[in-house]
């Protein structure tokens, strides 16, 4: 149980498009899904936490216009990286926090989708 | 302000017992958790502390002392695949609970025979 998945694995890009990343939950309903992004040998930094059916909640010096995040059903978060320059490239994840009544203290972290921009 | 601190790297042998720690400073400490995260792939959950004192699972235990504000991982019977990096990440009690989890830069584990 509480399986986060993340689509796509990886994706190239070329300088000045737009990606999409997904990030579901397959087993569970997730009313809060958190965005990191982590540059190599680097820890996770939080770049926003996401309510469904509301805004996102983006953390100091993460551009909210560059960083689309919808948060559309409670199994669904989606991640849009728009205009992508190569100082984007990074491993970004998702996590997703269980509803009320599960282990709510617990994040569960999808695989990761590795974004190069050439 | 938050910081969360712990070392860069360790090496210990197989079979041997490693101690990795982590201090932290936050505003708003809601629970301490330990990640184990292997190149290329995301954080999987080791451990989550909430109250001071010893939590075992396994191979694997994780002490926390809030006062202290330190926690310590502790792996025993080393297995080479416990190679990775290690995460501790604080829980902070932010404006509207979200309960965020703030990050240490990670502890590499390096074992050899």
């Known amino acids: 149980g509480a399986v986060v998945s993340q689509h796509p694995s990886w994706v190239i890009c070329k300088s000045g498009t737009s990606v999409k990343i997904e990030c579901r939950s397959l087993?569970?309903?997730?009313?809060?899904m958190f965005w990191y992004r982590q540059f190599p040998k680097q820890s996770l930094m939080l770049m926003a936490t996401?309510?469904?059916?509301?805004?996102?909640?983006?953390e100091q010096g993460v551009e909210k216009d560059k960083f689309l995040i919808n948060h559309a059903s409670l199994t669904l978060s989606t991640l849009t990286v728009t205009s992508a320059h190569p100082e984007d490239s990074s491993f970004y994840i998702c996590s997703a926090r269980d509803t009320p009544g599960g282990r709510a203290y617990e994040q569960y972290f999808g695989p990761g989708t590795r974004l190069t921009v050439t | 302000g938050q910081n969360i601190d712990q070392p860069t790297e360790m090496t210990a042998t197989e079979g041997a017992i490693v101690q990795i720690n982590c201090t932290y400073q936050?505003?708003?400490?809601?629970?301490l958790f330990w990640y184990q995260q292997h190149a290329g792939e995301a954080p999987t959950f080791l451990s989550y502390n909430v109250l001071d004192g010893l939590e075992e699972k396994g191979r694997f235990s994780s002490f926390l002392s809030r006062s202290k504000g330190y926690s310590y991982l502790l792996l025993k019977e080393l297995q080479m695949k416990d190679s990775a990096s290690y995460l501790c990440?604080?829980?902070?009690?932010?404006?509207?609970?979200?309960?965020?989890?703030?990050f240490g830069a990670g502890t590499r584990l390096a074992v050899h025979p």
């Open positions: 996401s309510n469904e059916g509301s805004k996102a909640t983006y």
């Open positions: 087993d569970f309903q997730a009313t809060t």
């Open positions: 936050t505003s708003g400490f809601n629970g």
């Open positions: 990440a604080v829980r902070d009690r932010r404006d509207g609970g979200y309960n965020k989890l703030i």
